[in-house]
């Protein structure tokens, strides 16, 4: 029923997509910041404990629910908490509003208005950008969104799914992203920063979490898109950028659309705000690279990246379904 749980959650988020500040994200942010405040000593053992805690604890009772409702209530009711679970942690709308408005502020020929946009989205300055350069930083950071909001979060759940632990895997992989960035701002919480230790291990952790789930957006980039290129890309270009899991993503993005990513980091121009903490549109840091080879960017790649994204979506419910009918009828 994963494959139903997922196509509810999407067309639910599309039609009333979650507030921007919401009482669950709140609640997450003030639990990721009592388990460091309580347990992080700056220790290596203390600091998994932590991790644990954060992560594993809410993915856990999430599996736990699931199976509550399936044994005293209903499996149908168990759907539902699939469907509300991935509400929270999977869809576009938290992030695509900001890839739409400098878009449109492009299309317009209005590149003072895509750089502030770009700013506020990122809080990085952008006011030296040329027209290219915002195009290929919006690229960057609306392709890792999409994989952390939908394609991540798509993996994570159906494999663990499949194992029965309901929407289990899909708290595990947003909280496993959220705690390694969060606690690697002290401004966001200033009595107590995480140590150095602590945000080491929730780094560890979240590289490992995401290594296969960034592969799998890879292979489906290049599948939808010009695959030889995607594929030559990823084997040749990744290792310029400094992420091994970002890297992958953002190489076969660039074959598959052949434009050229990669270049001069954006620096920070502010904190991030901490009532955004959970999502995925404060600063992300996608350090200088070298570039990859490809086109300039344009405004044409936008609508591109638009149509690389939902053949990926489309390939994933596909595959789904597919299984979800061999499981049926098997």
């Not at 506020?120 to 027209?131: F, G, I, S």
């Not at 489906?220 to 890297?247: K, L, M, T």
Request: glycine share 6%; charged share 15%; hydrophobic share 55%.
């Amino acid at each position: 029923m994963s494959f139903f749980a997922i196509v509810f959650a999407l067309l639910i988020e599309q039609v009333r997509p979650l507030a921007r500040h919401n009482s669950i994200h709140a609640s997450l942010r003030s639990w990721a910041r009592s388990v460091s405040r309580n347990f992080d000593t700056g220790t290596v053992q203390h600091a998994w404990i932590a991790w644990m805690l954060a992560v594993l604890l809410p993915a856990l009772a999430a599996c736990a629910i699931h199976w509550a409702l399936v044994l005293f209530v209903g499996w149908p009711f168990a759907v539902l908490w699939s469907i509300a679970v991935l509400y929270v942690t999977l869809g576009f709308r938290q992030f695509s509003h900001h890839f739409t408005d400098i878009r449109d502020a492009l299309d317009a020929g209005d590149e003072a208005r895509a750089r502030e946009l770009l700013a506020q989205w990122q809080q990085v300055d952008a006011r030296e950008l040329p027209r290219s350069e915002i195009v290929r930083h919006v690229i960057e950071y609306s392709v890792l969104a999409a994989h952390r909001h939908v394609f991540g979060v798509l993996a994570w759940f159906s494999v663990l799914a499949a194992f029965g632990l309901g929407p289990a895997g899909a708290v595990l992989y947003r909280m496993g992203e959220f705690v390694a960035r969060y606690w690697r701002h002290p401004s966001l919480n200033e009595a107590q920063p995480a140590s150095g230790v602590l945000q080491s291990a929730a780094s560890r952790a979240w590289a490992a979490i995401d290594w296969v789930p960034a592969r799998t957006t890879a292979i489906a980039f290049a599948v939808v898109g010009s695959f030889e290129e995607a594929i030559d890309h990823w084997r040749n270009h990744a290792q310029r950028f400094p992420d091994d899991n970002d890297g992958v993503i953002l190489a076969a993005t660039s074959g598959a659309v052949n434009v050229r990513l990669g270049g001069e980091a954006l620096k920070s121009s502010a904190a991030p705000n901490a009532s955004q903490a959970f999502q995925a549109d404060e600063a992300q840091s996608i350090e200088g690279t070298e570039s990859t080879p490809g086109r300039e960017a344009e405004v044409g790649h936008l609508r591109s990246i638009v149509g690389l994204v939902w053949r990926s979506v489309v390939l994933w419910l596909v595959l789904l379904a597919l299984l979800t009918l061999a499981r049926l009828l098997g």
